[in-house]
Nanobody, 124 residues
Framework: QVRLVESGGGLVQAGDSLRLSCAASGRTFSGYIVGWFRQAPGKEREFVGAIRWSDGSTYYADSVKGRFTISGDNAKTTVYLQMNSRKPEDTAVYYC?????????????????WGQGTQVTVSS
């Protein structure tokens, strides 16, 4: 079982960059899919992107493609979400999640392990 802890959230202005981290404890991310999701007030949780550790493949929602980048460290204990060109509509609580199966990477229900979330607010 892996435990996840997000960090790096905060208040930024539109156009600024921010990097979130998702740290694993209990085991490494080896063999896992690690996804990022976000949930804005009054909205459902939505897929942002994911990384598959087995081959390094990354996947992104259309709304963030070209602006956000997911990467991982060599120790396979931390996943990063680099967010550039932030927009006010990116304001949300961001969660990282882990799954050993990875069949449906954009489906939140397929991820059994979740972090506590970190608030990101983008001001216009």
């Amino acid at each position: 079982q892996v435990r996840l802890v997000e960090s790096g959230g905060g208040l930024v202005q539109a156009g600024d960059s921010l990097r979130l981290s998702c740290a694993a404890s209990g085991r490494t991310f080896s063999g896992y899919i690690v996804g990022w999701f976000r949930q804005a007030p009054g909205k459902e949780r939505e897929f942002v992107g994911a990384i598959r550790w087995s081959d390094g493949s990354t996947y992104y929602a259309d709304s963030v493609k070209g602006r956000f980048t997911i990467s991982g460290d060599n120790a396979k204990t931390t996943v990063y979400l680099q967010m550039n060109s932030r927009k006010p509509e990116d304001t949300a609580v961001y969660y990282c999640a882990g799954s050993a199966s990875g069949l449906r990477i954009a489906v939140s229900y397929d991820y059994p392990y979740w972090g506590q979330g970190t608030q990101v607010t983008v001001s216009s």
